[in-house]
């Protein structure tokens, strides 16, 4: 069945980095778009980044622009977030999201940037 499994979300202090991960099974990942989307208590999910199918378009939420990086590697059926200079207004529960022939979105991963 179809599977996306986020990883990599933990507690960091503001100014850290963390680098989130989203193994997908169960379809084609390499006709699929990949998004990033978040969560964060009492607010709507909201778009964070996407990347293409080939790899070869990003794009990203005006407040992640030069301190979020999305990836992809199609060998290993996998996106990834790198995430620096978080911000305590980056906590929230982030989602991977693949856009295809069909949707399909994973469980979260809960990222908290506090000191």
């Known amino acids: 069945q179809v599977q996306l499994v986020e990883s990599g979300g933990g507690l960091v202090q503001p100014g850290g980095s963390l680098r989130l991960s989203c193994e997908a099974s ?4 390499s006709s699929y778009s990949m998004y990033w989307y978040r969560q964060a208590p009492g607010k709507e999910r909201e778009f964070v980044a996407v990347i293409r199918s080939t ?10 622009k030069a301190r979020f990086t999305i990836s992809r590697d199609n060998a290993k059926n996998t996106a990834y977030l790198q995430m620096n200079s978080l911000k305590p207004e980056d906590t929230a529960m982030y989602y991977c999201h693949a856009r295809g022939g069909s949707n399909y979105w994973g469980q979260g991963t809960q990222v908290t940037v506090s000191s």
């Open 55 to 64: 790899g070869n378009k990003k794009n990203y939420a005006d407040s992640v």
């Open 26 to 29: 169960g379809f084609t990942f």
